[in-house]
């Protein structure tokens, strides 16, 4: 049993926090005191939760409503919530999806691989200069194992150019999410802002709610076997709040454990990611 800790005071936000793990890690950190800012693709979505989350703690979070698969909502959506002036103690990187199969998003990039990884990479470094001014900060990114299965081409970054597989698109958009952390945290250095990716581990959440016969198979499975998001939140929330990891950063966990991801390239393919990266979204941010 995790003590809880005091959040009070403490302004968190979470992506991707309208439903499962994200949801639930935001009730969370509510219930420990903090102040919550819910994000959410709709605002139908967001306003659900934010009904969920203050009958839960008694208090009405704030929210932000902002699509992750377009390069320009997402900016419009920073600059909203950095016109508030107010600090950012903590951010969750927990917006993430996988389809079927291949989409592009209204930026011609392939919809798993920008939503999961290069909308964290944008939206981390537009609010990145609030988390520094904040610090002693963290950021929590939302990894998967799913990225030891996976690799990256620099010369074809989304897969955009390989047939695809949804459990391909998912994976490398993880490994990238992995590779981000450590490179982030090598250029945070001394800023005071920490940050680890975690891996929740299996859930029961509605990811695999798709028409056809085989995810409703899936579905049920799931439903019937894996964990409640609050039981799987509990590794991030850890990363998020606990005292035992003040310091720690550019690391991966997983069932409440440090482990060494699974990154095939070379020590320079971390600066390379970001260098593409940079490009596609037009984000960069220099604190080294």
Known sequence: MIAPADMSGRRCLVTGSTSGHGLAVAGALGAMGAEIV???????????????????????????????????????????????????????????????????????????????????????????????ASAPARIVNVGSDAHMIASLNPEDIDGSGKGYSFMGAYGRSKLAVAYFTRELARRLGETGVTVNAVDPGPMATSIAKKPGLLPRIADAVIQRTFPTPARAARTAIHLATSPEVEGVTGAYFRFMKMKEPKLRAGADFGPLLWKISAGITGTDYTVL
């Open 38 to 132: 819910l994000h959410g693709p709709t605002g139908d979505a967001v306003d659900r939760a934010r009904t969920e989350i203050e009958s839960l703690t008694g208090r009405r979070p704030e929210t932000l409503v902002c699509d992750f698969s377009s390069r320009r909502d997402i900016e419009r959506g920073a600059r909203e919530f950095l016109s508030l002036d107010r600090p950012l103690h903590l951010l969750v990187n927990n917006a993430g999806m996988v389809s079927q199969r291949r989409r592009l998003t209204v930026d011609g990039i392939e919809e798993t691989f920008a939503v999961n990884y290069l909308a964290m990479f944008q939206f981390t470094l537009l609010v990145l200069p609030r988390l520094i």
